[in-house]
């Protein structure tokens, strides 16, 4: 069972009675309603708290926090339970229309709030403890700079990849954005042999980030490699690469006496406003396709209703003596059957005479006209006619 709930009306109930009487009332484990919470950013009881105030003693309850940016503001609590959400076409036109996202807070409020949760990042150069979203490719370099230095016959195809000032350069930068805006609860993940897959989980919303040399293309396989050579002009884009929604600084490039390092507070910042900003452009385009989606299913249903309904064939009345002509058709049947099977085992004993092969042709064209099934005359036109 699962049950949906904004922050707000999760927290009121957690603060009105203990979490095992809510997880009762709900349906739903516990353990369910503390991933919510810790999902959403929503602080549950601390652990006397019950306890102070059935005994008269002064409580403070841990005010709700705003929503972190790109985050959802309604918490499913528990698995989804998929056949119940399953509604005729009916009960869906029967519910009331969605209504249109709301939000309250501008994205300059967002930002503030977020520029005072985030602090200063900083540069981090030491790469030997990297952010966890950043430490699967490093460990598969080292193996491949171990393998390379224990079998000196080693594929080049195999030769580390993040070794040249360029590609240091970049996983520092990359590092120390990671470690920076974990404290905003966003988390940086690095994928790809290359490690040019990045994005940014800036609470439930995804932001693609693209780092690398400003005239970096992939291969003609659409490929992305990493660059060999010294450290060089890097250029950061945030966010995806069409349909992108407004609030936000795209671009961000090294320029002289000012490169990305000493940049990284403001565009970690920009990152979380990013999340909230396309978070809003998303809510806003599921609202569209629910909307269109009531409008083609009220459409079909009407269409529907002025379909004339299809009266039912009525049943076809075989004769009485069609229950013998059933019984000597499966008969011949069985006996084609047999006589294709006698056909060949001959031809599996015996040599392929060209007498041999004359008698065989006949007998499996006796076969066929004795089959029912292959005979040309149909075999319900047989029973009705009898």
């Known amino acids: 069972m699962d049950e949906a709930l904004s922050r707000q009306e999760l927290y009121d109930l957690l603060w009105s009675e203990p979490i095992k009487a809510a997880a009762q009332r709900l349906g739903v484990p516990e353990v369910a309603i503390k991933k919510a919470c810790m999902s959403g950013d929503v602080p549950v009881p601390y652990r006397d708290y019950w306890t102070k105030l059935a005994a008269g003693q002064p409580t403070r309850p841990i005010p709700l926090p705003c929503r972190t940016p790109g985050a959802n503001e309604m918490l499913r609590i528990g698995e989804l339970d998929y056949q119940a959400s399953r509604a005729t076409p009916e009960a869906q036109l029967a519910q009331p229309l969605p209504k249109p996202p709301r939000f309250e807070e501008s994205l300059e409020s967002v930002r503030a709030r977020s520029q005072a949760r985030l602090g200063s990042v900083k540069h981090v150069r030491d790469l030997s403890s990297p952010w966890a979203g950043l430490r699967q490719i490093l460990q598969e370099d080292q193996k491949r700079t171990a393998r390379q230095r224990s079998d000196k016959s080693a594929s080049p195809w195999n030769k580390p990849l993040f070794e040249s000032g360029f590609e240091k350069r970049r996983l520092r930068i990359l590092n120390s954005l990671g470690l920076g805006m974990a404290k905003a609860r966003a988390r940086i993940e690095v994928r790809g042999k290359a490690g040019r897959d990045v994005s940014v989980l800036v609470g439930d919303t995804r932001v693609p980030l693209r780092l690398d040399h400003p005239l970096a293309e992939p291969d003609r396989q659409g490929q992305w490699q990493v660059r060999q050579g010294p450290a060089d002009t890097l250029r950061l884009m945030i966010g995806p690469s069409t349909g992108r929604a407004d609030g936000y600084q795209v671009f961000w490039e090294d320029v002289a006496d000012d490169p990305l390092e000493e940049r990284l507070s403001a565009v970690a910042l920009e990152i979380l406003v990013a999340g909230e900003a396309e978070f809003r452009a998303e809510a806003a385009r599921a609202h569209a396709r629910q909307l269109q989606y009531r409008e083609q299913l009220a459409q079909t249903m009407e269409r529907r209703r002025g ?80």
């Open 307 to 386: 379909e004339p309904r299809k009266q039912p064939d009525p049943p076809i009345a075989f004769p009485q003596q069609g229950r013998q002509h059933l019984l000597t058709q499966a008969a011949e049947w069985r006996a084609a059957q047999d006589v294709r099977g006698f056909v060949a085992a001959a031809l599996a004993r015996s040599d392929a005479t060209q007498s041999l092969m004359a008698w065989a042709t006949w007998a499996l064209a006796e076969a066929d006209a004795l089959d029912p099934v292959t005979s040309q005359v149909p075999i319900f036109s047989k029973a009705l006619k009898a």
